[in-house]
Each structure stands twice: as structure tokens, then as C-alpha cells.
């Protein structure tokens, strides 16, 4: 069974950083693209950034554009999302997401909760 586990998550104060880890039990060269995703309460769920696992070409939601970096370790089979400038409104449970096929977002993670204080 997939299982992607998130670490990292915590409270910080706004223009601060936190660095985000995601692990998962999907082997290597199954992965097509690893991401995040974040949900506000009351919010939908909005993408954050995601990688190719392949190659580590990134995309990123413009709001989150220069000051979040997302990146992977291929040798310990994780991705990571490093949130500088943290802002208010980037208060959400961050998710990690796995495309194993390229054909949409297959396996999500529980969730870890970031909190931005003003």
C-alpha cells in the first residue's frame, strides 16, 4: 500500500520559514510527479507546486512564486517544500500528492498543518 507521510508543519511567525518533508512508500521510478497541495478551512483546495521526478522541473502557483522552493531527494525518496516569507494567508494543512502515471494526482498524503501568525 502507498503511503506518503508529511513532517514539518508547525506555527511560525509572519516572514519566517519552515521547510516541509514528504515520504513515500512508492518506489523510485514510479513516480511520474510528487507535489503539494494546501486547503484553508472554509477554502478549496488549491495547488502549491509540484516536481517531475524525473529530470526536477518545477511548477508553482503564483502565489506562492519566489518564496516557496520544492525539491526532491531521490536517494531517500522524498520531496520537500521550503516556504520562505511565510504570509497569514498561507496558513492551511499542507498535502503531498503522487502522480505515478502523468495522468493526475493519484496518492494523497494526511496532511501536516502550517499556521502563520501576524
Known amino acids: 500500500q502507498v503511503q506518503l507521510v508529511e513532517s514539518g508543519g508547525g506555527l511560525v511567525q509572519a516572514g519566517g520559514s519552515l521547510r516541509l518533508s514528504c515520504a513515500g512508500s512508492i518506489r523510485t521510478f514510479s513516480r511520474y510527479f510528487m507535489g503539494w497541495f494546501r486547503q484553508a478551512p472554509g477554502k478549496e483546495r488549491e495547488f502549491v507546486a509540484r516536481?517531475?521526478?524525473?529530470?526536477?522541473?518545477?511548477y508553482y502557483a503564483e502565489s506562492v512564486k519566489g518564496r516557496f522552493t520544492i525539491s526532491r531527494d531521490n536517494a531517500k525518496n522524498t520531496v520537500y517544500l521550503q516556504m520562505n516569507s511565510l504570509k497569514p494567508e498561507d496558513t492551511a494543512v499542507y498535502l503531498c500528492?503522487?502522480?505515478?502515471?502523468?495522468?493526475?494526482?493519484?496518492?494523497w498524503g494526511q496532511g501536516t498543518q502550517v499556521t502563520v501568525s501576524s
Open positions: 500528492v503522487a502522480d505515478v502515471d502523468g495522468k493526475g494526482w493519484d496518492y
Open positions: 516536481i517531475r521526478w524525473s529530470g526536477g522541473s518545477t
